[in-house]
C-alpha cells in the first residue's frame, strides 16, 4: 500500500495530479491511496507523524497566506527521511530555493511543462523501489522511540532490568511493555520463538532448536530459542 499526498489549493491541479495517480496505479494495479488538502491542517501533521505506510507527498509551493510547500516539506523532514516529495509549481524560479533548503527531493515540476507525463514517470519510479518504511514507535513521559522494522533484529525481555529490550544493528532500547503487547505492534517479520524473545526472520541466518539459539545475519548467537515455538517459523 502507498499513500499519496496531495497539498495543492487550486481545483483544477487537484483533479489532474488524482487523474494521473488513478491512471497510473489502476495500470500497475498496486493498492493506494490519496489524500488531498488545501493547506497545512492538523489532518496533515497527523499524516506526516504516521510511519506504518509509504507515503508521497505531491506539494505546491504556493499555497496562499499560510505555510507554503516548502514550510511543509520542513515539517516532514523532521518527522520522516523516507517518504518521496515532488514539487509542482509555476514558479521556475524558486529550483534552486528547493533543492538548498529541503533534503532529498524526488523532483520539481514545472504545471505547465509536461505535468502529466513527468509525473506519471515519477511514480512508476517510486514504486518499483518496494521501500520499506514500516516503523515500531514507541512513546512515554520520558522518551520516544522510533525504529525500522528493518533495524531490529530481535527483542527479549531481560529478566535482571525486568524490561524489553529492543536491539538493531547498532543500539539497543530499553522499554517498559510487555513482550506480548509489543508483538501486536509489528508487522508480519517478527516472530515469537522463545516466551521472553521474538526476532525479525529476515535477519536470522540459522535456527539451532536442539541447542536452544540462533544467529543473526550479523554473525551473533542469541540463546533464547525454544522447540514449542518452532512451528512460528514457517521459512
Same mark, same amino acid.
Given at each position: 500500500?502507498?499513500?499519496?499526498?496531495?497539498?495543492?489549493?487550486?481545483?483544477e491541479?487537484?483533479?489532474i495530479?488524482t487523474?494521473v495517480i488513478?491512471?497510473?496505479?489502476?495500470?500497475?494495479?498496486?493498492?493506494?491511496?490519496?489524500?488531498?488538502h488545501?493547506r497545512y491542517n492538523?489532518?496533515?501533521?497527523?499524516?506526516?507523524?504516521?510511519?506504518?505506510?509509504?507515503?508521497?507527498?505531491i506539494l505546491?509551493?504556493?499555497?496562499?497566506?499560510?505555510?507554503?510547500?516548502?514550510? *511543509?516539506?520542513? /515539517?516532514? +523532514?523532521? %518527522?520522516?527521511?523516507?517518504?518521496? &516529495?515532488i514539487?509542482?509549481?509555476?514558479h521556475?524560479?524558486m @529550483?534552486?530555493?528547493?533543492?538548498?533548503?529541503?533534503?532529498?527531493?524526488?523532483?520539481?515540476?514545472?504545471k505547465f *511543462?509536461?505535468? /502529466?507525463? +513527468?509525473? %506519471?514517470?515519477?511514480?512508476?519510479? &517510486?514504486?518499483?523501489?518496494?521501500g520499506?518504511?514500516?516503523? @515500531?514507535?514507541y512513546?512515554?513521559?520520558?522518551?520516544?522511540?522510533?525504529?525500522?522494522?528493518?533495524?531490529?533484529?530481535?527483542i527479549?525481555?531481560?529478566?535482571?532490568e525486568?524490561?524489553i529490550?529492543i536491539n538493531?544493528t547498532?543500539?539497543?532500547f530499553?522499554?517498559?511493555k510487555?513482550?506480548?503487547?509489543v508483538l501486536?505492534?509489528?508487522?508480519?517479520?517478527?516472530?515469537?520463538?522463545?516466551?521472553a524473545?521474538?526476532?525479525?526472520?529476515?535477519?536470522?541466518?540459522?535456527?539451532n532448536w536442539?541447542?536452544g539459539?540462533?544467529?543473526?545475519?550479523?554473525?551473533?548467537?542469541?540463546d533464547l530459542?525454544?522447540?514449542?515455538?518452532?512451528?512460528?517459523i514457517?521459512?
Open positions: 500500500m502507498i499513500k499519496f499526498i496531495i497539498v495543492e489549493d487550486t481545483i491541479f487537484q483533479n495530479i487523474n488513478d491512471k497510473t496505479m489502476f495500470r500497475t494495479q498496486g493498492e493506494y491511496y490519496i489524500e488531498k488545501n492538523s489532518k496533515l501533521n497527523k499524516t506526516i507523524k504516521d510511519y506504518s505506510i509509504q507515503k508521497v507527498y505546491d509551493i504556493d499555497l496562499g497566506p499560510n505555510a507554503s510547500g516548502l514550510d *511543509i516539506a520542513k /515539517e516532514i +523532514r523532521k %518527522e520522516d527521511w523516507d517518504s518521496e &516529495i514539487f509542482i509549481t509555476s521556475d524560479k @529550483f534552486e530555493t528547493v533543492f538548498r533548503n529541503i533534503f532529498k527531493v524526488f523532483d520539481f515540476i514545472e *511543462i509536461s505535468l /502529466e507525463s +513527468r509525473l %506519471e514517470k515519477n511514480i512508476l519510479k &517510486i514504486i518499483s523501489q518496494k520499506d518504511y514500516g516503523k @515500531f514507535c512513546t512515554n513521559n520520558k522518551i520516544d522511540v522510533k525504529i525500522y522494522y528493518k533495524d531490529i533484529t530481535h527479549y525481555r531481560d529478566t535482571a525486568r524490561k529490550v538493531t547498532n543500539n539497543k530499553l522499554l517498559n510487555p513482550i506480548s503487547e501486536t505492534e509489528l508487522d508480519e517479520r517478527f516472530v515469537q520463538v522463545h516466551r524473545c521474538i526476532v525479525n526472520k529476515e535477519r536470522v541466518n540459522l535456527y536442539s541447542k539459539f540462533f544467529i543473526l545475519d550479523n554473525g551473533k548467537q542469541v530459542c525454544s522447540k514449542t515455538f518452532k512451528d512460528n514457517n521459512d
